[in-house]
């Protein structure tokens, strides 16, 4: 039965809000949205859906409507102004989301880098064993009325997440990002403290991560890692071309053994973390098994295609960390190719706080090309320049420009990995067209 509210979305091809839509909708309430002519990724799964998308305007607001503000969007946007003129009610997006979760138990993923793959994968493992409904990142949401379990990825961001008191919290990791926020890793890893006092029920938390140790927190947490100590440990690793093997120990006792389709040392910290919330929730160990092996991961996470030879993969990377994690599990993946990076900067304020550290961390790839800076609407272009990130780099060749991608052709048969979190995919389209334009000529 249709439930009785119509919301509307005030930014909904926002990655978490397109997913809230989504659930919403699943659940049997009427739900529209407005946001910018522009088409991002986002919307795909609205319009399949039949969930109506506007172009703002205040005129979208009429009476009877709940309107559920992104929070990018200031109190004096027009269609906010509208809703509060009409005395309807405007609850902020992580507020709603804060309000919901405690019909549920709740899992909220956080992280400095992989929470999205991270809460992708325990809502997969989870959601195949009991009704759940989960928020994704990447703006992926299933919605299941009277569902067990909420998982949600819990973004740090102006500490945002301090909204949602879960159950259960999983901490992937403490790094310095969001300069233009944070003033200091200190200043991070107080607001991730905050967070885990503020959880319910149990902290799973990576104990490889040296800040994550001296986490406060006044209920139990369980540590997850590769290195011994952790309480969930990852042990016998074996990694090949297909994904990596591991037998799981639980407070040093064989717990099963593991298979992932997934690259790279990170990947399987996050299966540890999905694995300590089943033993803790008492589900299958058999059945988590199961679901992990059959995980394909998520949008602009490690997403590949192959042309003419030439592998191409598309990752939200970053960070300097992130980069890393990328390259590695490139070379994992393809341990006999040259890895190509291209890689888009995002905000002047990352790029210089973490200029020597993106430089470190691009030159672990055997060639190296950058864009120009993406700016973001939250900042003013800074003095730095993507010059200053080229100079520092070893492995670089030219700066790419989105006009002519062409020198990436030297690399064919090669692995190209586009990496960014603004619109690398711009030129990554732009190679692949050339690719294909290349393929056509010689058939």
Do not use: W
């Not at 994704?136 to 299933?142: L, Q």
């Not at 100590?229 to 099963?256: L, M, P």
């Not at 890689?343 to 055997?366: G, I, K």
């Amino acid at each position: 039965m249709k439930r009785d509210t119509t919301y509307h979305f005030v930014g909904i091809k926002g990655s978490g809000m397109s997913a809230l839509a989504l659930i919403l909708h699943e659940e049997g309430y009427k739900v529209q949205g407005s946001d910018v002519a522009k088409y991002f990724f986002t919307q795909q799964a609205l319009d399949i859906n039949n969930i109506p998308i506007f172009e703002f305007n205040a005129d979208n607001i009429t009476e009877g409507l709940t309107i559920i503000a992104g929070n990018a969007f200031p109190d004096t946007h027009e269609e906010i102004v509208r809703a509060n003129e009409l005395g309807l009610e405007v609850i902020r997006y992580h507020d709603f989301i804060g309000n919901k979760i405690v019909n549920h138990t709740s899992v909220a993923v956080t992280g400095s880098h992989g929470k999205t793959t991270t809460t992708g994968l325990l809502s997969h493992v989870v959601s195949n064993i009991q009704d759940t409904s989960y928020l994704i990142g990447d703006g992926t949401g299933h919605g299941v009325a009277d569902a067990d379990y909420f998982v949600l990825e819990a973004c740090e961001y102006r500490r945002h997440f301090l909204a949602y008191k879960a159950d259960y919290a999983i901490i992937t990791n403490v790094d310095f990002d969001h300069p233009d926020y944070y003033k200091s890793i200190e200043d991070v890893a107080e607001a991730f403290d905050t967070f885990a006092l503020q959880t319910r029920k149990r902290v799973i938390a990576c104990g490889d991560d040296v800040l994550l140790r001296d986490l406060k927190s006044e209920i139990p947490v369980t540590y997850y890692g590769l290195e011994d100590g952790n309480d969930v440990q990852a042990r016998n690793i074996k990694k090949n071309t297909k994904g990596s093997f591991f037998d799981a120990y639980i407070h040093d006792e064989f717990y099963h053994t593991f298979f992932i389709p997934s690259y790279g040392d990170h990947n399987i910290q996050n299966a540890l973390s999905v694995i300590a919330f089943g033993y803790h929730e008492e589900l299958d160990a058999e059945q988590v098994a199961e679901n992990l092996a059959s995980f394909k991961g998520v949008k602009r996470r490690f997403s590949e295609k192959e042309i003419s030879g030439t592998v191409i993969i598309d990752d939200y990377a970053h960070h300097p960390a992130e980069i890393t994690a990328t390259i590695d599990a490139a070379r994992q993946k393809y341990p006999d190719r040259e890895v190509v990076a291209v890689f888009q900067p995002h905000t002047f304020s990352r790029t210089v706080a973490l200029l020597s550290e993106f430089a470190e961390s691009l030159d672990l790839a055997d060639t190296v090309y950058v864009c120009e800076i993406f700016t973001s609407a939250r900042e003013q272009a800074g003095e730095v320049t993507i010059e200053d990130l080229h100079a520092k780099i070893k492995n670089a060749e030219e700066i790419l420009n989105i006009d002519d991608v062409s020198p990436l052709l030297a690399h064919q048969g090669d692995v190209v990995v586009f990496m960014g979190a603004g619109d690398i995919q711009k030129y990554e389209q732009a190679f692949q067209q050339i690719l294909m334009d290349q393929e056509k000529t010689t058939h």
